[in-house]
């Protein structure tokens, strides 16, 4: 059983940055998938960003060139590095590991507002 723990939401102005951390425990996680997902309020939850276990990238396409996915094998932690954000990025962030189709385990979530 994996346990994922998000941190680093909060309220920026349009044009700033977060940095999202996801702290994992109680598996191997360096042989997982790792993703982030988010929703928004009244809608579905949707793929923002993955990082395979050997480092392949993939992103949503509004947020390709602002938002850089990373991790930390010796940390078991997964990072969403957030540049330039728009209050369209306001919603609940979750961290989630395996299969960015269809994720293993997710964490509580993360509040990201952005005020424009």
């Known amino acids: 059983q994996v346990q994922l723990v998000e941190s680093g939401g909060g309220l920026v102005q349009a044009g700033g940055s977060l940095r999202l951390s996801c702290a994992a425990s109680?598996?191997?996680?360096?042989?997982?998938?790792m993703n982030w997902f988010r929703q928004a309020p009244g809608k579905e939850r949707e793929f923002v960003a993955a990082?395979?276990?050997?480092?392949?990238?993939s992103y949503k396409d509004s947020v390709k060139g602002r938002f850089t996915i990373s991790r930390d094998n010796a940390r078991n932690t997964v990072y969403l590095q957030m540049n330039s954000l728009k209050p369209e990025d306001t919603a609940v962030y979750y961290c989630?590991?395996?299969?960015?189709?269809?994720?293993?385990?997710w964490g509580q979530g993360t509040q990201v507002t952005v005020s424009s």
């Open positions: 989630s590991a395996g299969p960015s189709m269809r994720p293993n385990y």
């Open positions: 109680g598996g191997t996680f360096s042989l997982y998938s």
């Open positions: 990082i395979s276990w050997s480092g392949n990238r």
